[in-house]
């Protein structure tokens, strides 16, 4: 929910706050793909061994703190960790809510 929330979302406020020129609109979004592949990747097997419950959990408290910090965001590199954050917060609970 979060990711779709941000797609339509972030553009707009670039645009709005940033004066973002149309390339970092897209390029934004690399870090949470970028993410996303290792936190799919990486907590497959680890969240068998930590219990699929905590992993989900865990993903849920990182999106809601990336999530809180996009908005402080004052240029285009600011948005990194954030979107990192999301991406690899929803690897993670993907691999989580499948292993079942």
Request: proline fraction near 5%.
């Amino acid at each position: 929910m979060a990711i779709a929330m941000l797609e339509p979302a972030l553009p707009i406020w670039m645009m709005e706050t940033m004066c973002s020129s149309k390339w970092q609109l897209g390029v934004a979004f690399i870090p949470a793909s970028i993410s996303y592949l290792i936190g799919t990747n990486l907590f497959g097997s680890l969240a068998h061994k930590m219990g699929r419950w905590f992993c989900a959990l865990i993903g849920m408290i990182i999106v809601g703190l990336s999530i809180l910090c996009v908005p402080f965001a004052k240029n285009i590199y600011g948005l990194i960790v954030p979107n990192f954050g999301v991406g690899f917060a929803i690897g993670k609970e993907k691999m989580a809510k499948h292993l079942v």
